[in-house]
């Protein structure tokens, strides 16, 4: 079946560090990954995607490289703001079923 | 565009109560979601719908649990009887198509007495 294992959080970081969550897979057949982001009090928000191996997507100064020899999906910001704080999800659609399997999402905080 | 809305944002019930969770997803997308949210379990697929056709409930906790889907524009999750441990914040999704990413709405926070 399919899985996403994200690290494990809380992450706290200074306001304009270099953000690394790492996010790895087990899929069927060929995923389309994703980042989701929820800010406090919200829904999940798409953050970026990528649909097929070596694709990088981004979005606000976040990055991913869908990486298949290592299955992973990490994301990337060269310099986080007090306002990238929030929940991030790592997901993926593969196979037959076509739904969202989700990691267990890694809080992150900047402080000022 | 205006989202996926969801309603109500809040709710508080003693248990034993009848609870209705409602969710009009974007217009022109075909397929419906309902998650619940804890800290315990995370993010759980509920149900999801495909043309307002339930296609997987297998995520369903237990019979207490349903949902429906009468048209294109709106959808329900009940909750009959309530109990405690259903406490958590229920999400809505919906998407255009299989590939196309899921909109979320800004959630229903329940909470049982």
């Known amino acids: 079946g399919n899985s996403v294992t994200q690290m494990e959080g809380p992450v706290t970081l200074s306001e304009e560090a270099f953000l690394t969550i790492n996010c790895t897979y087990t899929?069927?057949?060929?995923?389309?990954l994703f980042w989701y982001v929820q800010y406090p009090g919200e829904g999940l928000q798409l953050l970026l995607k990528a649909t097929k191996a070596d694709d990088k997507g981004s979005n606000k100064g976040f990055e991913a490289t869908y990486r298949k020899e290592t299955t992973s999906f990490h994301l990337e910001k060269g310099s986080v703001q007090v306002s990238d704080s929030a929940v991030y999800f790592c997901a993926l659609i593969s196979g037959s079923a076509r739904q969202l399997t989700f990691g267990s999402g890694t809080q992150l905080t900047v402080l000022p | 565009d205006a989202g996926v809305i969801q309603s109500p944002r809040h709710e508080v019930t003693e248990m034993g109560q009848e609870v209705t969770l409602r969710c009009k997803p974007i217009s022109g997308h075909n397929s419906l979601f309902w998650y619940r949210q804890t800290m315990m379990r995370g993010l759980e697929l509920l149900i999801y719908?495909?043309?307002?056709?339930?296609?997987?409930d297998s995520g369903m906790p237990e019979d207490r649990f349903s949902a429906k889907m009468p048209n294109a524009s709106f959808s329900t999750l009940k909750i009959q009887p309530s109990e405690p441990r259903d406490s958590a914040v229920y999400f809505c999704?919906?998407?255009?198509?299989?590939?196309?990413?899921?909109?979320f709405g800004d959630g229903t926070r329940l909470s049982i007495l």
């Open positions: 899929a069927t057949g060929y995923p389309s």
């Open positions: 719908f495909n043309n307002n056709v339930p296609i997987d």
């Open positions: 999704a919906s998407r255009q198509g299989e590939d196309q990413p899921q909109h």
